[in-house]
């Protein structure tokens, strides 16, 4: 498919935008610039998506942040979720059979390495399902209320929407590149910070198929899209779009993925893209 160039003039016809360090400020805050903007384009009828590793019960403060509920890809892809019904739309999972694989490939090669599955319900705060369970071993990179401590076993009893693999004290790159000389097509993996932490998802499942699923559903094609994003979690979704842009902040390699780089996320680099369209009135 052609990429459309980044000095298009063209109003996109669908905006996806990852959150965290892209979206959000540095104290997790949507700032009155970005919401103005993003207001401005959902008035005039431009669909805004949020395409985020949150799972869709991380998504309420950025709702009340933007001030309305958006159609949400959750989890790296692997879940739709319409913020405005808390209804899960769709969802991919890795199979008990491939947790337990990648379990053992990722201990044998990721000496020390804890283990922890995130799983989906019906909604986003489904108290049937148990949402995050981590083994004994893990530790986590960010603050997280909602884990469950359980056997490394539980860990991976049950399917998940994505499995994490966290070694304090370790780069998430290298990480990855040690696991993917191993798990070949089987998985996809992929990270969102540095901090000894990568993710791993059903094969083929990224931010960009679940913008690409969205689009069908909108019948928005990829090219009339813009996204915004700053890590290799988001590069399928750069690569994909018609405009693909990375936050100035952004990892080495979202950089050289994108078609064009904007301001960080404390800089309302967001905002500063979509003005061309939807100017400030103030």
């Known amino acids: 498919m052609e990429r459309v160039s980044a000095t298009r003039q063209t109003r996109p016809e669908l905006v996806a935008s990852d959150v965290d360090g892209t979206l959000i400020d540095p ?3 949507v700032s009155a610039r970005t919401r103005a903007v993003v207001g401005a384009l959902v008035a005039d009828g431009v669909p805004f998506v949020l395409a985020t590793g949150r799972p869709p019960r991380w998504i309420a403060p950025v709702v009340a942040g933007l001030g309305f509920a958006p159609l949400c890809v959750c989890g790296n892809g692997a879940v739709l979720y319409d913020a405005g019904t808390d209804k899960v739309l769709g969802a991919s999972v ?7 694989w990648v379990a053992d490939l990722a201990e044998k090669v990721l000496p020390g390495c804890g ?3 995130e ?3 019906a909604s986003a705060h489904d108290a049937a399902t148990p949402q995050f369970v981590s083994s004994p071993q893990y530790e986590h990179a960010w603050l997280n209320p909602d884990d469950t401590a359980v ?8 399917p998940a929407i994505k499995m994490l693999i966290r070694l304090p004290g370790a ?25 000894g932490l990568i993710e791993i998802s059903a094969p083929g ?3 960009a198929s679940g913008l690409r699923i969205l689009g069908e559903r909108l019948g928005v094609a990829a090219a009339d899209m813009v996204a915004f994003g700053d890590m290799p979690n988001d590069i399928p979704m750069l690569r994909m779009v018609g405009l693909g842009v990375a936050m100035g902040h952004a990892h080495p390699d979202a950089l050289a993925a994108a078609d064009e780089i904007t301001g960080t996320n404390s800089e309302d680099g967001v905002a500063q ?4 369209w939807w100017p400030r009135t103030e």
């Open 171 to 195: 780069r998430s790159g290298d990480m990855a590149t040690t696991l993917a000389a191993h798990i070949g097509d089987r998985a996809d993996i992929t990270y969102s910070t540095e901090h």
């Open 115 to 117: 283990l922890a599955a």
């Open 151 to 158: 056997a490394r076993d539980e860990v991976i009893d049950t």
């Open 27 to 29: 104290y997790e805050r």
């Open 119 to 121: 799983r989906i319900g």
């Open 205 to 207: 499942v990224s931010k």
């Open 94 to 100: 890795l199979d008990v059979d491939t947790l337990s």
């Open 273 to 276: 893209v979509l003005e061309r």
